[in-house]
């Protein structure tokens, strides 16, 4: 005797995978907000209870945040510029060994038009301080 096999319906299959996908995504959206609100409440109590502390001990902690502040901006400050500074030694060594970083060529390129400018402003410089030679002793 021949077996017969239960068809698997691919409607009722994906009906059943969104109502999954469904009933996961409300339960964990419902259970989200009700963190969020639970976090909430705790920040206005925490607020309600510290005010007093914040305002009677302001004269104290306003100095000290900016102290601290000020510290911790010099600290990143120091170590962006230290971080820089090694960056820029870094490149260095690798242009002067010719390994040719990355804007060596613009470099180059500022350098010769550096250089020409430089040779042209000494040519009319001394194009003009003939002139001026020559006019000074026709005189």
Not at 6 to 13: M, N, S, V
Not at 17 to 42: D, E, F, I, R, Y
Not at 89 to 104: E, M, T
């Amino acid at each position: 005797m021949a077996q017969i096999q239960p068809r698997h319906d691919p409607h009722k299959q994906q009906l059943s995978h969104q109502v999954a996908k469904t009933t996961t995504a409300v339960t964990l959206g419902g259970s989200l907000m009700v963190l969020s609100g639970l976090t909430l409440a705790a920040t206005v109590i925490a607020l309600v209870l510290a005010t007093p502390l914040l305002v009677i001990f302001s004269p104290v902690l306003v100095p000290a945040a900016l102290a601290l502040f000020l510290i911790v901006a010099g600290f990143f400050t120091a170590g962006g510029f230290g971080a820089t500074a090694s960056f820029v030694f870094y490149w260095l060594y690798r242009y002067a060994s010719g390994k040719h970083p990355i804007g060596a060529d613009q470099l180059d390129r500022a350098r010769d038009k550096l250089t020409h400018a430089a040779y042209d402003v000494k040519d009319r410089a001394e194009h003009y301080g003939h002139q001026h030679v020559k006019g000074a002793q026709g005189t």
